[in-house]
């Protein structure tokens, strides 16, 4: 049993558009319906980002949340990781674009790409950062403008996707509270399964990419489903085990916030009864790398996640990466 404690989280903050799009819109866009999307994925509603809103901004408003809740100032941030798929643009960071607006003058700041995986990724890196003993401050973000790269001709992935950003501020241990373990893998077989094809160096923006719609997500949504609830399953099991811990020591699960019948299956896998399983995929949709830390503010805003408990966190996106990590609140 490990149960040493790493970084501890000492602010969360969100924020979320408040623009939004619901699934009787949706039936005026495509063919779809209400019940189709409810039964299949439990989404209702997202949220889309205002014209001239960019992922930065959004990813600004949650940082600025986490660093009040801690009472932490901006020029005592060391370190700044955003995670997305949506940058404000190709370069520079995303991440250093919030550092210029929250006025984080002393931190270094830069993006990391992980899909949907990607705050857990943050996390292991944030976690394994304060090991050198440098680093007091660092801010973790997951954000994103998903509304941008979504093609409302799709049905097939149009109805699932909504914006928003979540952050966590971490600072070292006191020794009672703190990340208890952290879990990260990828399979770069599987890229082609969920990827946004255009825009890159494989297929620069052209006349011809934009007209064949390539710069949007591209899905295959039965083995994404598949795959997902068996990694997801196996994060969650994995990091229970290497920690002698079962789903009964654990008062909270979050996962990524994609589908209702995905986290139902995680929760299953690990035994954890549904009353502590969180689910906010009705009002949000999915929002990438955004989900988890939204739902952990939240969860710890409303007081579900009170001091002492152990929340597991379970994330799985493109690439493909999957992760998890247990956290002492
Ligand atoms: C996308 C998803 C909800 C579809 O649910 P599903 O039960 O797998 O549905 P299928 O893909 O098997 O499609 C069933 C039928 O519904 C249709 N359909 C797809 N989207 C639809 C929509 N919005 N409205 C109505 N019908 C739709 C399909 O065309 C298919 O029709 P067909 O049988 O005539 O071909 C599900 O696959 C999913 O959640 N996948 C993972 C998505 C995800 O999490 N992505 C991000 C990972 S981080």
């Not at 007209?211 to 994404?224: A, F, L, S, T």
Request: with cysteine; glycine share 10%.
């Amino acid at each position: 049993m490990k149960h040493e404690l790493g970084a501890k989280i000492v602010g969360t903050g969100r924020a979320v558009p408040e623009n939004t799009l619901t699934n009787e819109d949706l039936e005026k866009m495509v063919d779809t319906s209400d019940e189709w999307i409810r039964e299949r994925t439990g989404m209702k509603v997202r949220h889309i980002a205002e014209p001239g809103v960019d992922t930065s901004d959004l990813a600004t408003r949650a940082a600025e949340n986490a660093m009040a809740a801690a009472g932490v100032t901006a020029t005592e941030i060391d370190v700044i990781i955003l995670a997305t798929i949506t940058a404000d643009v190709q370069f520079p960071s995303t991440a250093c674009y919030v550092q210029q607006k929250i006025g984080a003058v002393n931190a270094a700041a830069f993006d990391i790409a992980a899909a949907c995986s990607g705050f857990i990724y943050g996390l292991q890196l944030a976690n394994s950062m304060f090991l050198s003993g440098k680093y007091k401050n660092i801010l973790v973000i997951g954000a994103e403008v998903l509304s941008r790269i979504t093609d409302y001709t799709d049905r097939n992935t149009c109805v699932l996707f909504g914006d928003g950003a979540g952050a966590v501020l971490l600072q070292p241990t006191d020794g009672q509270s703190g990340i208890i373990d952290t879990y990260i893998k990828s399979d770069g077989r599987l890229s082609h399964l969920l990827i946004m094809p255009g825009g890159g160096t494989r297929n620069p923006a052209t006349y011809e990419t934009i007209d064949q719609r390539m710069n949007y997500i591209k899905m295959e949504g039965r083995e994404v489903f598949k795959s997902a609830v068996t990694a997801m399953g196996d994060a969650a099991t994995h990091i229970l085990k290497e920690n002698g811990l079962t789903g009964k020591d654990i008062q909270l699960l979050i996962t990524h916030q994609a589908n209702n019948r995905i986290i139902e299956a995680t929760a299953r896998r690990v035994k954890i009864s549904k009353d502590k399983v969180y689910s906010n995929v009705e009002h949000y949709g999915n929002t990438s790398a955004a989900s988890i830390p939204i739902a952990l503010d939240e969860a710890i805003r409303d007081g579900r996640l009170k001091r002492g408990d152990k929340c597991m966190l379970v994330a799985f996106g493109g690439g493909f990466t999957w992760g998890s990590a247990i956290v002492q609140m």
